[in-house]
Every structure is written in C-alpha cells, then in structure tokens.
C-alpha cells in the first residue's frame, strides 16, 4: 500500500508563491511518474504539471512559466513551486503516483488565492 501526503497548501495573495510537497511512503517498488492535479470549483480535474523517473517535466499551458515541479528521488517525495500565483490557480491539488503496483493519490491540499 502506498500513502501519499500533500502539504505546503494555503491562503497567499495574488503574485505570491507556495511550494507544495508530496512525500510518498509504503510498498513503493518502481515509480515511472509523479504527478500535481487540481480541481478548481465548477470546473473538471486538471493535470497542472508531470515529472517522469528519468526527469522529464511537462506543465499545463495556463501554469507554463509560474510553476515548477521537482523531486528528491531518494525520498520519494516530488514538489511543486508555484509562483506568481493568480486568483484562478485556487484549487484542491492532489499529488498522484504511477509505479509498478499502480496508481496512487494522495488526499489534496487546498490552495486558496486572493485577488
């Protein structure tokens, strides 16, 4: 079983920043990818950015430039730096893993920004 946690969520202001960390734990025996999902209210789940094993990122068009996703392998944990934030990033983002038992997804973390 692999637990997934997310933190570093919050209230900022717009043009602030947060970093986002997800730290996975349990049977983890491969991981290919580690993604950031959000789900904005009235609108359908989003992937924001992907992290592959050997490092390769890809981000979704609106977040191109403002975020950055990374990870510390060793520690199975991935993280999203996000700045520049803007009202319409607010979101629950959720953290998901895709490895050789599945996929996994952690409980989310709200990310709230004031205009």
């Known amino acids: 079983q692999v637990q997934l946690v997310e933190s570093g969520g919050g209230l900022v202001q717009a043009g602030g920043s947060l970093r986002l960390s997800c730290a996975a734990s349990g049977s983890i025996f491969r991981i290919d990818a580690m993604h950031w999902y959000r789900r904005a209210p009235g609108k359908r789940r989003e992937l924001v950015a992907s992290?592959?094993?050997?490092?390769?990122?890809n981000y979704a068009e609106s977040v191109k430039g403002r975020f950055t996703i990374s990870r510390e392998s060793a520690k199975n944990t991935v993280y999203l730096q996000m700045n520049s934030l803007k009202p319409e990033d607010t979101a629950v983002y959720y953290c998901?893993?895709?490895?050789?038992?599945?996929?996994?997804w952690g409980q989310g973390t709200q990310v709230t920004v004031s205009s």
């Open positions: 992290i592959t094993s050997v490092g390769s990122t």
């Open positions: 998901n893993i895709v490895g050789l038992t599945g996929s996994s």
